[in-house]
């Protein structure tokens, strides 16, 4: 359903593909459509977390990973739209373009969230996390650990 105001592409995004992707595990969460927190935020005011369940192949990847650890999710929005370029956010700031926005409608559907590692198998490739947004069976495509001195700018400062 479209906004007032909203602008589509001319063409599906998924039609243009020119690179491969293998998901590398699923999220499980209690989420699917309509039921799904609309940020990280809100998700971590449920108190629900989520896991991760990698393809067993992948599982000596998490050697150095620890519980309490942040971790940069990515993940693919398998199920959203991807074609619009400006967007009326219901939050009600006016139309923005898709790339001011953390919609997850846009022409790649990659997510990224940061989150902390709750439990941990590596075993099994399964990790715990505290939260999610993302709806049940949610594709994984990469994990990357948080790292303060790499992924904070410079003298930034979240009041500006």
């Known amino acids: 359903m479209r906004r007032e105001g909203e602008i589509a592409l001319p063409f ?7 690179a491969g992707l293998c998901f590398i595990g699923h999220i499980r969460s209690p989420w ?5 927190p609309k940020n990280l935020r809100a998700a971590r005011e449920t108190r629900q977390g989520a896991r991760v369940e990698l393809d067993p192949a992948y ?7 620890e ?20 967007q009326n956010p219901a939050h009600g700031r006016g139309l923005r ?12 559907p990659i997510a990224l969230g ?3 590692i709750t439990s941990l198998d ?4 399964v990790i ?33």
């Open 12 to 18: 599906d995004p998924a039609e243009r593909i020119e």
């Open 32 to 36: 699917a459509k309509g039921t799904a």
């Open 128 to 160: 715990g996390i505290d939260a999610t947004d993302a709806w049940d069976g949610t594709p994984v495509l990469d994990i990357k650990p948080w790292i303060d001195t790499v992924d904070v700018p410079p003298g930034w400062r979240p009041d500006g």
């Open 114 to 116: 940061t989150v902390v």
């Open 67 to 86: 519980v309490g650890q942040a971790i940069q999710l990515m993940y693919w929005v398998d199920r959203g739209e991807r074609d619009l370029l400006v």
């Open 59 to 65: 599982a000596p990847a998490l050697a150095g990973l």
């Open 122 to 125: 590596p075993e099994t490739g």
């Open 97 to 108: 373009g898709t790339f001011a926005l953390r919609s997850p409608v846009r022409p790649n």
